[in-house]
């Protein structure tokens, strides 16, 4: 196994870029999209399944992971990657924004955040050191500082107060995270929707020095609209060779929107999550399997998908599996939107590589507004 972890871009189209991150588990390319591996799992999917969808990196929760079944038994165990058998990249998350979440009791101070354990009731805190503590334990590539997420809407001193606990948090979180060749520290950037914020946090964490950026805040209601606003500045203020990750993001057009507008990475439960209640993401739309139309309908879900539920099923199957509340449906819409949003990332990199972003972005919504799905 190397011991680097270098970004390198190799083309960009208007604000977009494509890139490879290359990690001792292997490369990553970008822009990247992140399946989210809650408890060690994505959800109704193997690993085997999860790396078939040209997947290169996935997400892990600090929050549930020290819950249950705790890092130290993960650690114990090897690490996570042994543990949940995924060999290439992880990132986990710092546990801030779930606890803020899920969990109960929670009381916030400048040390970090107390709170009982949404399943038990048990004790416990999280503060940047021992965020760095449960990460190393589980042995993620990319760490990320421990922070706070304002929900929004919120007034700006409530915003700026905030994020300057957050870049107090991101100075401890480096310090305890020491020198760990192999091993890569993300900053976030909070402030809102509040552009001079921004700026500030990122100033604050570029003085601090990061392996790379995230932009925080972001898809936590604000709507897509507001989000492009900030995404129209933010990405350009954090450094422009280091990668830029927009946490939480999302629904197809929003991921589009985003690459369009500089970002490398991005992490979203919407294909998976969606993928469970019958929900399907396709190059014209969504289409919800449970309706009743589709009962007879011996088409795949989506001719131009290479996808096993694609190549193989109907969505009169479909239909049926999901009506019949079998195991069988969750897996095989699971398996294709995941294969939907690697195929979108992976035909965003192309488009941009071949300096043909904007054409692409053109079909992409063409497609959807062609309609009969
Ligand atoms: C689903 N939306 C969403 N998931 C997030 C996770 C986050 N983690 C740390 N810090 C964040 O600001 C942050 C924002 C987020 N928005
Ligand atoms: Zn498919």
Not at 109 to 120: C, L
Not at 136 to 164: H, K, N, T, W
Not at 208 to 235: H, N, R, S, T
């Amino acid at each position: 196994m190397g011991r680097t972890f270098d970004f390198t871009l190799t083309a960009t189209d208007g604000r977009a870029r494509t890139g490879v991150i290359d990690t001792p588990r292997g490369a990553i390319r970008t822009p990247a999209f992140m399946p989210v591996g809650t408890a060690a799992t994505v959800k109704a999917m193997l690993p085997e399944s999860v790396a078939a969808t040209g997947a290169d990196i996935l997400l892990g929760n600090t929050y549930h992971l020290m819950l249950r079944p705790t890092a130290e038994r993960i650690a114990r165990l090897g690490g996570l990657h042994g543990f949940m058998n995924w060999d290439r990249p992880i990132l986990t998350d710092s546990g801030g924004f779930q606890v803020m979440s899920l969990a109960e009791l929670r009381k916030l101070t400048e040390e970090g955040v107390t709170f009982r354990s949404h399943i038990d009731g048990s004790r416990h805190m999280l503060t940047p050191e021992r965020s760095m503590e449960i990460q190393r334990l589980l042995g993620s590539d990319i760490v990320m500082c421990f922070d706070e997420c304002p929900a929004l809407p919120a007034d700006r001193d409530r915003i700026a107060d905030s994020m300057e606990l957050s870049m107090r948090w991101a100075a401890r979180s480096k310090a305890a995270f020491g020198d760990r060749p192999g091993h890569a520290l993300f900053g976030i950037q909070q402030g809102g929707l509040e552009e001079d914020l921004r700026k500030a946090s990122a100033e604050a964490l570029v003085d601090i020095g990061f392996d790379g950026y995230a932009v925080g805040g972001l898809a936590v209601g604000e709507g897509q609209e507001a989000m492009f606003a900030c995404l129209d500045y933010a990405p350009e203020q954090l450094p422009q060779d280091k990668p830029r990750y927009l946490m939480g993001v999302g629904k197809p057009d929003d991921i589009v929107g985003a690459v369009k507008r500089g970002i490398d990475m991005m992490d979203c439960v919407l294909p998976s999550r969606s993928g469970r209640t019958g929900q399907a993401w396709t190059r014209r739309g969504q289409v919800n399997i449970k309706n009743a139309r589709h009962a007879d309908d011996p088409r795949p879900l989506d001719e131009a998908c290479a996808c096993p539920a694609c190549r193989s099923y109907s969505r009169a199957y479909l239909h049926h599996v999901f009506r019949a509340g079998e195991m069988i449906s969750g897996m095989l819409l699971t398996w294709h939107n995941l294969h939907y949003y690697q195929d979108l990332m992976g035909r965003m990199r192309d488009a941009i590589s071949s300096g043909e972003f904007n054409a692409f972005e053109r079909e992409f919504h063409a497609e959807r507004e062609a309609g009969d799905i």
